[in-house]
């Protein structure tokens, strides 16, 4: 239909016929000479012409690119001479114009302008001339001003005031192939047009066309507007013309000089509204040329007269001939205007826009005035105008300032400016999403479903979700909970698109506007299906657990934490418990959402609580029922609070108030995993100056865990039926207690007043307890308080005294000194390193080291009960130390020694004076004066000690000997280790045949399997000639000892082994 610019087709023939019709209504006159009189007359057949190719377009699209291209056909035609008859041969080949220019006869600027005037075709005439040179373009205005002055019409007026209001409005990227043909053909051609049109050549307003001295062709082009309304503002005098006029000028004056402000857009819903009050004018008002269009073209008109570029600024001169001419109108139009305005019922397009105008103009003049830096007259003539608009305003009614609008015109105009996505559409969307007086519509649902792309950003969801709560608490009938599901499955896929940064800004929103139950508190089309949808979820994140299914798994879960978070974080909770092995993956799920480090207050508005915390409080804890939930527990409890890659999810204060605090009492069933996770919040580091302990009451936390360790000093006494935590849990409260003095310690510099009274307080409530206990919290005291120990540590301890003080305890009687003494070894290894600096002991005094040593037996027998294994091991250094000074006499004795052995046992005394020390402990222990001293369940206790003693004790002996080996230098060292191992065996044969309570065989069944695997290996590595005779004699000594074992598990498991020794060995003893 269109072959290109300028090309021949059926429509150029049907426009040709036109002007064939008018040049023969035209005769004799040919139609470059036709008058405006006449063109009632001769214009029809070309209007018809255009007309019918209008109705063979397909659309009215195409029908208004055919409008433009006869008005460029058109105004080429006037702008360009015909060619001389000598070039006519060549034209048609070079001439792309040539074709098409000679089919239309020679036409002048009357055809032109009656024509576009005829078309209602302002705003395509205004491209076309701006895509002229400069001073054709400059021409060419002119000439439009000299013909609408020249028997002027109300269309003239309407005309030129339109053609203005075009230029303002222009925005340099409008144009289109027509208009690029257009400005081409004639930039190659020349621009002097035929001076025999019927026009006198128009006067330059400014110099001459090609004068160094003209202004810039868009400031020449403005001020030709004006200079066109000072020639024919006397032939307007309709209100409507008037109020148009005044509002063109006015906004040239504001917006294309130095009075534009430079201020912020209008903020989106003032902008919204005012677009909706333009539409609704051009609606109402049957005479504007917008009123039989459609919405779209209405919205987009209006926001195109809203959003005016500024192409040029005028002068300063320029503009004070504005304001001059602004003023003069004013005067001669107000009185009336204001009259005609206030007795109107309502404004017309024209009018509004002249108040809107005149309001802004009036504020940029003031600002004008106090920063325009201006002469006295220019100072005059902006007051004088000021007041002039000030009164203007003022006497027009407020009632036609301020109109209220249709809120379902205001909606459909911000839906059209989203789907059509205009200018501001996507502030706009702000607007739709949260305008609660007209949301829920089937169209406003429509828009929200079409154009989703638009609403994938943080704070739009958010708006939305709150729209959706408000809609549902509002209406529930059934329509309503259509467009609810509708709507809820479009704004939950914009969330989904979302990343997953903006995904957590939405769940902290959801979470801070309705707390742990999210959505699912109002809206239940979201827990229709739900559960199931949760199970399916996890199903399959637990059965894909990989650092690969991630983020997979993270997408997954963050569409049910926009639902229900506390619903889809309880079940991570709970799956992250029962599920073996899978706790670590879950917890980096959760990190991966930091909203939900979220502070619940819905319940205790004065308490907050970490969602995160209260969750697994509600669905895990109290619920562990094995010690593999237990351990997951706590992993997965320390992995919430120090993540690998992500902030933490849970403070280490809210999980100690929450999960310690409470249950910090020895008869608490959760005590010991109450302690773990305490243990684990202290090694967490502090991200302030101030540590995060200090909001959990340290002071009487501290005092907790002495209570406890006071408890651990009658363990073997308490009640069967009473909870208290096990012994093997002594060494973490330990451990506890030593982290809290550590980070409780550097507090006092904050407030040392407070401090001396916390110190106090605790110092008061300890002195009840234990006194290791005081000794314990030693680095927390400094300097306040001394060491208390019973005075009967003075006789054996040289102690200084401005550390140390007696005190009486009355179970401390004479000859104690050595149960205080070894008590304190126990507390810490550097008191054990004291003790034994400070300890008196005169070894030159035989009689002094055999009590010595019969005391340290006693004493070394009343603390073994009560040793968690880290004081066991404490003491075991200091029975190294005293042997290997000689101050501890322990006598060997080879009653396990069928010959003598011609060894050198002197490198391994010490580990054969241990082995006896412990089995004359046991004899005395055993005995029949100590044999209701324990019950019966500490033995079990006791045994183990023991048995990690032997296993130390054979790992020295190891170490000593160095690794097994074959050359001969070595076989005497061998014969040595193996020969310890025989003593040691028997020695531990000896222990179990004393022990009162026969459950506690398993742990000395594994030792002594131990001894005699490293028996054999050292016997399997000596190389000498009697090796063998000596094996067999030695396996035939250790199974006749073996046979007198009573406990008849353990002799049959021995036996058993050292059956596959002999086995090995393959001799008989001698």
């Known amino acids: 239909m269109e072959p290109g610019p300028w090309g021949v087709c059926e429509e150029t023939a ?55 291209e006869a008005v460029a056909i058109v105004w080429a035609k006037v702008l360009l001479p015909g060619p001389p008859a000598a070039s006519l041969d060549q034209g048609w080949k070079e001439d792309g114009f040539f074709s098409v220019g000679r089919m239309i006869p020679d036409v002048n600027h009357t055809v032109l302008f009656e024509l576009v005037k005829a078309l209602g075709a302002p705003r395509l005439f205004v491209q076309l001339l701006l895509a002229l040179p400069q001073d054709v373009l400059r021409s060419e205005l002119e000439r439009l001003v000299e013909y609408i002055t020249d028997e002027t019409s109300l269309s003239d007026i309407r005309f030129f005031l339109d053609v203005w209001w075009e230029v303002m409005k222009h925005k340099d990227r409008q144009e289109d192939s027509t208009i690029s043909a257009f400005s081409t053909l004639i930039r190659q051609h020349g621009c002097e047009s035929s001076l025999d049109d019927g026009l006198q050549p128009p006067k330059r307003f400014k110099g001459d066309p090609g004068s160094p001295n003209d202004p810039p062709a868009a400031n020449s082009l403005l001020m030709a507007l004006i200079e066109g309304l000072k020639q024919t503002y006397r032939s ?21 000089t130095e009075l534009e402000a430079e201020s912020s857009p209008l903020p989106v819903a003032e902008y919204l509204g005012k677009v909706s009050s333009v539409v609704s004018l051009w609606t109402s008002d049957t005479e504007s040329q917008f009123h039989h269009r459609g919405l779209d073209e209405k919205v987009k008109e209006a926001e195109r007269s809203m959003n005016l570029l500024s192409m040029a600024k005028l002068s300063r001169e320029e503009l004070f001939v504005g304001l001059d001419f602004l003023c003069s109108l004013l005067r001669a139009w107000g009185e009336e205007l204001q009259g005609t305005l206030n007795s109107s019922e309502e404004l017309c397009y024209e009018s509004y826009r002249l108040l809107d105008t005149l309001t802004t103009f009036g504020k940029n003049l003031v600002c004008f005035s106090d920063t325009g830096d201006l002469g006295e007259d220019e100072t005059r003539v902006v007051l004088e105008l000021t007041q002039i608009t000030e009164d203007f305003l003022k006497e027009i009614g407020a009632s036609l300032k301020s109109k209220d609008l249709d809120t379902s015109l205001v909606s459909s105009v911000a839906m059209t400016i989203i789907e059509q996505k205009l200018y501001r559409h996507v502030e706009m969307c702000s607007v739709f999403a949260s305008e609660k007086t007209w949301t829920f519509s089937k169209d406003w649902v429509d828009c929200l479903v079409k154009n989703k792309a638009l609403f994938q950003k943080p704070e739009l969801v958010l708006k939305l979700l709150e729209t959706l709560v408000n809609f549902t608490m509002l209406r529930q009938d059934k329509e309503a909970q259509g467009l609810q599901i509708q709507a809820t499955k479009a704004i939950v896929e914009c969330y989904t698109e979302l990343l997953l940064t903006d995904k957590n800004k939405v769940i902290s929103g959801v979470l801070a506007s309705w707390g742990g139950p999210g959505l699912s508190l109002n809206l239940q089309v979201v827990m229709e299906g739900f559960q199931e949808d949760l199970n399916v979820t996890f199903n399959q994140i637990t059965k894909s657990v990989s650092d690969e299914g991630l983020t997979r798994a993270v997408a997954s879960v963050a569409r049910l934490m926009l639902l229900y978070p506390e619903a889809t974080v309880k079940q991570v909770c709970n799956l992250a418990v029962v599920n073996l092995g899978a706790h670590q993956f879950l917890a980096q799920i959760l990190c991966s959402f930091p909203a939900l480090s979220f502070l619940e207050t819905r319940d205790d508005p004065g308490r907050p609580r970490s969602l995160v915390v209260k969750c697994l409080e509600e669905a895990v804890w109290g619920r562990l029922s094995t010690a593999r939930e237990e351990e997951q527990f706590l992993e997965f409890l320390a992995f919430l609070m120090q993540p690998s890659s992500a902030a933490p999810l849970v403070a280490p204060a809210e999980v100690t108030k929450a999960f310690v605090v409470p249950y910090l009492k020895s008869d608490s069933a959760q005590i010991e995993l109450s302690l773990q996770i305490l243990s684990k919040a202290l090694e967490i580091q502090s991200c302030s100056e101030e540590h995060w302990i200090k909001s959990c009451h340290p002071f009487p936390l501290l005092l907790s865990l002495c209570k406890l360790l006071d408890g651990y000093t009658k363990y073997w006494h308490q009640p069967r039926d009473q909870l208290f935590p096990s012994l093997e849990t002594k060494d973490l409260v330990l451990n506890i207690l030593c982290q809290l003095c550590e980070v409780v310690r550097p507090e006092a510099a904050s407030s040392p007043e407070l401090w001396v009274q916390s110190l106090a307080w605790l110092h008061r409530r300890v002195a009840s307890l234990d006194w290791t206990i005081g000794l314990r919290l030693k680095k927390l005291y400094g300097d306040h308080f001394k060491n208390e120990v019973p005075a009967t540590l003075f006789e054996i301890c040289t102690l200084p005294e401005d550390e140390w003080t007696s005190q009486p305890l009355p179970a401390y009687g004479p000859g104690s000194g050595l149960l205080a003494w070894m008590e304190c070894c126990c507390v810490s290894t550097a008191l054990r390193e004291t003790m034994l600096t400070l ?32 004081e066991w091991k404490r003491l075991m250094h200091v029975v190294e130390n005293l042997l290997q000074r000689q101050v501890l006499h322990v006598p060997y004795t080879l009653e396990y020694v069928q010959y003598m052995p011609l060894l050198n046992l002197r490198p391994f005394a010490c580990y054969l004076q241990f082995s006896v020390l412990f089995l004359r402990g046991f004899q005395l222990l055993c005995s029949s004066s100590c044999s209701t001293w324990l019950p019966a369940e500490a033995w079990l206790h006791v045994v183990q000690l023991y048995c990690g003693s032997l296993t130390d004790l054979l790992g020295s002996v190891k170490s000593a000997a160095g690794p097994p080996s074959h050359p001969a230098e070595d076989r005497t060292s061998m014969q040595e280790v193996s020969f310890i191992c025989i003593q040691m065996f028997c020695h531990l044969l000896h222990v179990a045949a004393m022990l009162p309570d026969k459950e506690c065989g398993e742990p000395l069944v594994v030792v002594a399997l131990e001894i005699l695997s490293q028996y054999e290996t050292f016997s399997n590595a000596d190389t000498s000639p009697s090796n063998a005779l000596r094996r067999a004699n030695e396996r035939h000594f250790l199974e006749s000892i073996t046979d007198n074992v009573s406990d008849r598990a353990l002799r049959g498991t021995l036996l058993q082994k050292l059956s596959k020794l002999g086995a090995r060995s393959g001799g008989e003893p001698a």
């Open 236 to 256: 307007i005098a309709l209100p409507r013309m008037r109020c148009y006029a005044l509002a063109n000028l006015v906004e040239l004056l504001t917006v294309f």
């Open 14 to 68: 049907i426009l040709h016929g036109g002007f064939l019709l008018a040049a023969r209504l035209t005769q004799p006159r040919p139609l470059r000479e036709l008058r405006k009189a006449d063109w009632p007359r001769v214009g029809p057949p070309i209007t018809d012409a255009l007309g019918e190719i209008g109705a063979r377009c397909p659309s009215p699209l195409q029908h208004s690119l055919w409008k433009k």
């Open 839 to 870: 300890l008196t002991v005169n070894v030159d005094n035989p009689e002094e080291v055999n009590l010595f040593s019969k005391g340290f037996l006693v004493a070394l027998i009343q603390v073994l009960p009560w040793c968690s294994h880290s």
